[in-house]
């Protein structure tokens, strides 16, 4: 194969590919069995970061970008006059393998514009995930892209061979579905995610019988919405992704902010910005739904349907809250100290551990590392120093969006700043 | 009236000199590698020889208080090889033996504290060089890479790309300390080389190595998405003393 082709077309497809911001190489846990090539490990690694910050550990690219559909926000789409190309199934196993050999990548993940039908597509997707597994002896990470349509007798195929299937919903509400992507159906996105999280169960009940069984989709199922492509709420979005993870068991729930790439009327348009500072508060939301106890209505509903991009949702709900604060960090439970403003799981860990010791004042809190310019607001400990003062929602409000000078002000970094 | 104890640079050495400070009731000690010594014009000088029954001694005892955690935290302080930090590993253990506790994550006794730092700051070395290896395949089959670590991290990485990189011969060499891993597809040995890094390195390596260094380049420069650009946190995750590995950042 001629080299200067293969440049070319993975120029092509990797630049059609980055869009879907998933590259999670985390979860699975392949061992490398027989001396084969690699491992994958539940905890992923970035081998290297976008100029954008976000992280790098799988080789991201597109089996081809020709596409039988027109879906407006898409790059990608039939009606878009750009240049296509096509890998071959060889082609992107050899230059997976070769990636990972020089210890450039964790491992593939790769999507597909959809080209003749849904099944002939994934075939192809299949195809290239089985050569590696089973030519290859590869047992580094794959991430296969469900082609929305395909059929059920592929998707159990593709969780044999990949550690990851996702397939991207992409527009929040079945109206905005309508609007920007006419060729689609929401049932096309539900069907293989119920089929993925069926065979999971299934799979996973007869290993603990036979223990022979082959993994299926180890590292489970994600998805991705686009943010600010369709006029939808907060509440809408996070509501979708709260319905997913409790239905179909999602791993992730990726949100990616609307990149303008048409001129289409039904869109934002070009030049428009970005929303990274909204995605990153849906990822707080998220992080809070997934890991500190949070319930989906407690911070996004009807008299608050969307965030507030000056403070973040947690603290935003403790200011709606103020009646349970402040909590005393030497009695107060987990999930408690979990919910204070400006805690993390990191800190909340660091007081519980010191608390054994002894019972903390506030020099303890900082010697241990907990950063209190915000939560000493809401807490109390061994001391008969602590804010007194009954400060309205408001006034705190305006207190805190002040202190957090520099570090806090310019933290919208994209999903990075947080926990990936 | 300090007496400066010197060992072999190994720990076990280290924590023969434990042993014998237990021992001896010796008080008043600064812990020193021997390569490290220049002999002092005030205070006494006492050389003592690696046991590794009398470390192993000192290690089991301590794992009885600290868990085999606390232990793997010792060890990664002392590969840290900063000045000093075998006094601030001997404060610890001083701690342990004395409260007769797991005290290694009580973060309000000082040097316990100054310990974790030194062990996340050395873990996320591992966690980079990890990362951050880059191979490049030299003409006899073999995946090479040099590293500069600021902490002597070979020990630490040496089970991850052991079990990962099962079916390739790879050599990780450590330029600074002139040692490195080698794996010929049984066993993962230590090496030292004595390279030429003058001669010319292009020979070296296969002709298909620059077009896979190409490839890598080109696709790191088409993951970007120009609306998003953020170099400080790019930056912030990829320290600029780092970038001489990465083929990606070569002109
Ligand atoms: S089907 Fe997928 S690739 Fe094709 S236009 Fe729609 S979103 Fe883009």
């Known amino acids: 194969m001629s080299f200067d082709r293969i440049r070319e077309k993975l120029n092509i497809l990797a630049d059609a590919a980055k869009y879907d911001v998933s590259c999670s190489s985390s979860g699975s846990n392949r061992k490398n069995t027989n001396k084969g090539l690699g491992n994958s490990t539940s905890m992923g690694i970035c081998h290297t970061y976008t100029k954008d910050g976000r992280c790098v550990s ?264 103020l009646h349970q604060f402040p909590v005393d960090v030497n009695k107060a439970d987990k999930m408690m100290l979990a919910r204070v403003p400006g805690l993390g799981m990191v ?38 120093y602590f804010e007194t003062r009954d400060y309205s929602a408001s006034k705190l409000k305006d207190i805190l969006v002040h202190n957090s000078t520099g570090k806090h002000k310019q933290a919208f970094t994209g999903q990075l700043a947080l926990f990936t | 009236m300090y007496t400066t104890v010197t060992y072999d640079g190994s720990f076990d050495g280290f924590l023969t000199c434990v042993f014998e400070i237990y021992e001896r009731r010796l008080s008043n000690i600064i812990i020193k590698s021997k390569h490290l010594f220049e002999s002092e014009l005030f205070g006494t000088h006492e050389h003592i020889i690696t046991d590794n029954n009398k470390s192993k001694r000192v290690f089991d005892g301590l794992k009885k208080h600290i868990s085999a955690k606390g232990c793997r935290m010792l060890y990664y302080a002392f590969l840290s090889e900063l000045n000093g930090i075998e006094n601030t590993m001997l404060s610890v253990i001083t701690y342990t033996f004395k409260s007769k506790k797991n005290i290694i994550s009580d973060y309000s006794h000082q040097d316990v504290l100054q310990l974790s730092k030194v062990v996340k700051k050395v873990g996320r070395e591992k966690h980079r060089m990890e990362a951050f290896v880059r191979f490049q395949q030299t003409k006899d089959n073999m995946y090479f890479a040099n590293i500069e670590p600021d902490f002597n991290v070979l020990p630490l990485i040496k089970s991850h790309f052991t079990k990962r990189y099962a079916d390739q011969k790879w050599i990780i060499y450590d330029l600074k300390r002139k040692y490195g891993l080698f794996y010929k597809l049984e066993s993962t040995e230590i090496i030292t080389i004595d390279f030429d890094l003058n001669h010319s390195k292009k020979d070296w390596f296969t002709d298909d190595e620059k077009n896979y260094e190409t490839l890598w380049k080109d696709y790191f420069e088409s993951t970007n998405i120009e609306e998003r650009i953020n170099t400080k946190l790019h930056i912030q995750h990829v320290p600029k003393r780092y970038w001489k590995y990465l083929s990606e950042k070569q002109p």
Request: with cysteine.
């Open chain 1, 58 to 321: 799988l080789l991201k690219i597109l089996l081809t970008n020709h596409c039988i559909f027109d879906c407006a926000y898409c790059v990608t789409r039939k009606s878009n006059d750009i240049k296509r190309a096509a890998f071959k199934v060889q082609e992107v196993v050899d230059l997976t393998i070769n990636f990972y050999r020089r210890n450039y990548i964790e491992g593939l993940f790769l999507s597909s514009g959809i080209f003749k039908s849904a099944d002939y597509t994934m075939e192809r997707l299949v195809a290239v995930a089985k050569k590696l597994r089973l030519e290859e002896n590869f047992n580094g990470y794959i991430h296969l892209k469900s082609i929305p349509g395909a059929s059920d007798e592929l998707m159990r195929e593709a969780g044999l061979y990949a550690d990851r299937l996702s397939v991207n919903i992409e527009i929040p509400t079945k109206e905005g579905l309508k609007k920007l992507a006419p060729d689609k159906k929401h049932d096309d996105f539900i069907k293989p995610m119920k089929k993925v999280k069926n065979e999971i169960i299934q799979y996973k009940s007869e290993k603990k019988i036979i223990k022979s069984t082959p993994k299926y989709a180890p590292a489970g199922q994600s998805t991705q919405m686009i943010i600010g492509a369709s006029g939808e709420t907060d509440m809408q979005i996070m509501y979708t992704s709260n319905y997913l993870y409790n239905k179909f068991d999602l791993k992730r729930v990726y949100y990616s902010g609307y990149i303008p790439v048409s001129y289409d009327k039904r869109l934002p348009m070009i030049g428009t910005e970005v929303p990274v500072l909204r995605e990153n508060r849906l990822y707080q939301t998220d992080w809070l739904l997934r890991f500190y106890g949070f319930d989906v209505r407690e911070i996004l509903n009807p008299e608050h349907p969307d965030l507030d991009l000056d403070i973040d949702p947690k603290l935003s709900w403790a200011l709606r809250n």
């Open chain 1, 347 to 384: 800190s909340v860990h660091k007081i519980l551990n010191a608390r054994r010791f002894r019972n903390l004042n506030w020099e303890h809190l900082k010697t241990i590392g907990v950063k209190l310019n915000r939560a000493k607001y809401f807490i109390t400990c061994n001391s008969r």
